[in-house]
């Protein structure tokens, strides 16, 4: 029987599709590679200049002043992270931050750039990521000439989406982040009502529009919602790899 190319591709988009299905359902173990992608590539593109200062209603978490609003993620102490001028750096090692206070639904503008002197490949190289409510990543990573998974490269929302396009900056350069986050509901039953969804601008260019997360972002495995507090910290990754930051301010939606 003659089988043609566009009925082989949706079969195989088919059996594709619902794998992580059957995984959820049968628990099935799996190796972090079985969440990662590389195809379709998003495109290279250039991104403009941007500067965003706070509004008025802003509530600053970093400015250059100090570390007041974060604790370690790790033991709840002071973080030992280094500041120079108005820049915050990652002090490899000593554990990511989180805020103090908790935050639902928030506009969240940060602004990150990787290590100027390039080291390491992939996922090891500039490396960090700012997990809302801790529990929904989207990925900071040099990606400007840097080849990873798709869905794991900068702006990505962590092995669930890969960006709508690389607007990645090179190393040394600072990159912005405005993230628009809408949190998950959850009855007096704890079943989800509604999915988390997020919005990310990179350097002022779209690349995630609206997205609605299957639940936490996962290094392995499929995600699964489990019901959370309605309002939980803001965590900045500590991943080895001495990634910078300033001017780090969030807006509450309520």
Known sequence: MKISLKSSLIAGSFII???PSFAQEQNIDLPPEATEFYEPVPPKIE????ITTP???????????DLSAFVNEKDGTEPTWNIEGDVLTVNPGTGGIKTKENFGDMQLHLEWRSPSEVKGEGQGRGNSGVIIMEKYEVQILDSYENETYTNGQAASIYKQS??????????GEWNTYDI???APRFNEDDILLSPAKLTVLHNGVLVQNNYELRGPTEYIGIPNYTAHDEKLPIHIQDHGNPVSFRNIWVRELN
């Open 17 to 19: 599709a619902s794998i």
């Open 162 to 171: 890969p960006p709508l396009v690389n607007a990645t900056k090179a190393p």
């Open 55 to 65: 509004p008025s209603d802003a509530k600053i978490l970093f400015d250059g002043s």
């Open 47 to 50: 991104a403009g200049e941007s």
């Open 180 to 182: 628009i986050f809408a």
